[in-house]
């Protein structure tokens, strides 16, 4: 069974780049998650969708997050402009219901210059 | 939800069993402590969960105290490749928050040969 895939696993860009982090959830998942780790702040909520719909946005730190899932098999976090200090890890998550057991992809490490 | 208390890290032998506690005093009657732990460059894995019964599976056991203020995730036979840092989460199961997440700053179980 293929897990939750996340692309690109590392991301170098320059301060002002827009980034595009995408994830393919479990097939048969209802639910998609975002997180993000830093060594700051640990790992945070950032948004989560069910049935392809945003429920909670309220971890996406500002205007410059924007989350999509066109399709139950696709979801992108997008960053524009990106700041140094979006550095981080990014997970995506999917969950066939609304339980506390969430299948996490390897993550997007992102640095920004 | 409640809040959870973990130690900062504990050490273990390889082959002997790892008893990781947690203290979640403040705990109610619907919340449920979940266990995840993440492996060095990985994304979060779920290793198991319960409401008041211990739980076994193939990875672990959950000893919950009675009063449910504490439990205990026991490893049984530890290897190296189980060094990581693991989470206990207590989630409201008829909360909004379901789902959600949050993660602390875990404790960090180094298994030595």
């Known amino acids: 069974d293929a897990g939750v895939i996340q692309s690109p696993r590392h991301e170098v860009t320059e301060m002002g780049q827009e980034v595009t982090l995408r994830c393919k959830p479990i097939s048969g998942h209802d639910y998609l998650f975002w997180y993000r780790q830093t060594m700051m702040r640990g790992l945070e909520l950032l948004i989560y969708?069910?049935?392809?719909?945003?429920?909670?946005d309220s971890g996406m730190p500002e205007d410059r997050f924007s989350a999509k899932m066109p399709n139950a098999s696709f979801s992108t976090l997008k960053i524009q402009p990106s700041e140094p200090r979006d550095s981080a890890v990014y997970f995506c998550?999917?969950?066939?219901?609304?339980?506390?057991?969430?299948?996490f992809g390897e993550g997007s490490r992102l640095t920004v210059l | 939800d409640a809040k959870t208390t973990q130690p900062t890290s504990m050490d273990c032998a390889e082959g002997r069993a790892a008893n990781l506690p947690c203290n979640h005093s403040?705990?109610?009657?619907?919340?449920?402590v979940y266990w995840y732990r993440q492996i060095h460059s990985q994304g979060p894995q779920y290793i198991i969960h319960?409401?008041?019964n211990n739980e076994t599976n193939e990875m672990a056991s959950l000893i919950i105290t009675e009063d449910r203020k504490s439990s205990t995730l026991i490893l049984p036979h530890a290897t190296l490749r189980d060094t990581a840092v693991y989470y206990c989460?207590?989630?409201?199961?008829?909360?909004?928050?379901?789902?959600?997440?949050?993660f602390g700053q875990g404790t960090i179980l180094t298994v030595h040969p």
């Open positions: 969708f069910n049935n392809n719909v945003p429920i909670d």
């Open positions: 403040t705990i109610s009657g619907n919340e449920y």
């Open positions: 989460i207590v989630i409201n199961a008829g909360g909004t928050s379901y789902g959600k997440l949050t």
């Open positions: 319960g409401l008041k």
């Open positions: 998550a999917s969950s066939p219901r609304f339980s506390g057991e969430l299948f």
